[in-house]
């Protein structure tokens, strides 16, 4: 019985980490008016981070991250943003001098992000933080109710 009970709690947790993720999402990200301009890359810089992907064995393989940095201008001012990619291939990256779709708040131009995030992950997010707060909900009564069982 406690062992229901403490994965009912470690699934509540999981699932109001994932509606506050979801909420700071949506709230940095989705609200703001995004305007789309080409820019340049500037500069590539490989990353001391290194990760394997997959399960161990024979289908897990190294990846590398690279940070990229690109150049765009609105209304002639010029900005940089630095995004880090993480590819099994980093040449295949963007290469330096490669053009960009580079997506930017409108309200603050400096803020720049090659793909900003959609709203249906958003709403996964919601959505699975929602189900597994009901999860917890439904094992803490499962939990009482054998709990009270003569």
Not at 14 to 23: I, K, P
Not at 135 to 144: E, F, H, T
Request: proline share 5%; charged share 20%.
């Amino acid at each position: 019985m406690k062992g229901l009970w403490f994965l009912a709690v470690i699934l509540a947790i999981l699932g109001m980490t994932s509606c506050a993720y979801g909420g700071y999402t949506y709230s940095t990200a989705e609200l703001r008016d995004w305007g789309v301009v080409d820019g340049v890359v500037i500069e590539r810089v490989p990353t001391q981070k290194s990760f394997r992907v997959g399960s161990r064995g024979a289908k897990s393989k190294p990846v590398d991250a690279v940070r990229i940095t690109y150049r765009y201008s609105i209304g002639g001012k010029p900005y940089t943003v630095q995004q880090t990619h993480v590819s099994s291939n980093p040449e295949a990256s963007a290469q330096i001098g490669a053009r960009r779709r580079i997506h930017y708040d409108r309200q603050d131009p400096s803020y720049g992000v090659l793909s900003p995030p959609s709203i249906a992950f958003i709403i996964l997010l919601f959505v699975a933080g929602l189900i597994l707060m009901a999860a917890a909900g439904a094992m803490l009564l499962i939990s009482r109710a054998i709990k009270r069982r003569p």
